[in-house]
């Protein structure tokens, strides 16, 4: 069972028809992501990577970096592949509701708008699935839509994105800022923040601490 309706190609349509720079200001936070990458980044993993736009971007930041990407879309997928035609990079089918598979470990594990399509129980089980995967020093990096700390909060981003009132995307999942910041503490994250924030759209991450990483 999928996590969302993004498995269906009228729902990934809809959103790719969006245009690159929706929502906006997110190429805010790509930048801020990619300014936090390690400078040493051999191997990048996305999780959710639709069309392939976050993917690409860290990539161009450290040439010379493999890159793996898992979206549950076909049509994402098809459209991340055509992207990365002739590239180092592999593109593979995969639903955020199961557990992340064995791919080896890696440098920096980023995502963009897609963990909060999980249940929260879910979100917390993949952030410690991911730390597993992160080398000594590797970052995660989520640019995230999360949850407004109060109703017209929540109004005023709508609004702000050119939303009606009270529209909800039924996949949505949407969680505080906090609560994910104490479950990356928890899990054993270090140097854990918010790094950037505009309304709903916040960039959480943390990295692994040196000698912490699997065997």
């Not at 906090?178 to 309304?199: I, M, S």
Request: charged share 25%.
């Amino acid at each position: 069972m999928t996590v969302s309706e993004w498995a269906t190609e009228e729902h990934a349509g809809r959103y790719l028809g969006r245009g690159p720079d929706w929502p906006p200001h997110r190429s805010e936070g790509e930048a801020v992501l990619v300014a936090e990458l390690p400078a040493r980044c051999e191997r990048v993993l996305d999780l959710g990577c639709g069309d392939g736009r976050l993917l690409a971007l860290v990539l161009e930041a450290r040439p010379g970096a493999t890159g793996v990407g898992l979206d549950v879309s076909p049509t994402m997928l098809e459209a991340a592949r055509a992207r990365f035609a002739g590239c180092d990079v592999d593109i593979e089918a995969w639903d955020l509701a199961d557990p992340l598979p064995q791919l080896g470990t890696f440098d920096a594990v980023v995502s963009s708008f897609a963990i909060h399509h999980c249940e929260h129980d879910r979100k917390r089980a993949l952030y410690a699935e991911v730390l597993d995967r992160l080398r000594p020093g590797g970052l995660f990096a989520n640019l995230e839509h999360v949850a407004s700390p109060t109703p017209r909060l929540e109004a005023s981003f709508l609004a702000a994105i050119g939303i009606e009132p009270g529209w909800t995307d039924p996949s949505n999942r949407l969680l505080d800022v906090g609560t994910q910041l104490v479950w990356l503490r928890e899990l054993g994250y270090a140097d854990v923040d918010c790094h950037w924030k505009w309304r709903e759209l916040a960039l959480l991450a943390g990295r692994v601490p040196d000698g912490a990483a699997p065997d």
